[in-house]
């Protein structure tokens, strides 16, 4: 199991990693719900260095909020799961 959030955590690092470079050069970006998607699923903390690290989607309060929202969704699934 930790592994594959490891792995997962990488992959949403390397999206958030690759997303940035783009938006440098102007070129295709990844959308955004593929960003949340991959946050959701594989790891906020890939997201979070992501976006720390490379400064990247911090300043975009749309983008914020639906992280966020993701983080809470996470969390009260997280509290279900443990609670049962």
Do not use: C
Request: no cysteine; hydrophobic share 65%.
């Amino acid at each position: 199991m930790i592994f594959f959030y490891l792995i997962g955590t990488i992959v949403t690092f390397v999206l958030f990693m690759i997303d940035k470079s783009q938006a440098i050069m102007k070129r295709w970006r990844i959308p955004e719900w593929v960003l949340l998607l991959s946050t959701f699923l594989f790891g906020t903390l890939g997201a979070l260095l992501g976006m720390i690290l490379f400064r990247h989607k911090i300043s975009k309060k749309s983008f914020l909020a639906k992280f966020f929202i993701v983080v809470a969704i996470q969390f009260a699934f997280i509290f279900i799961i443990y609670n049962n």
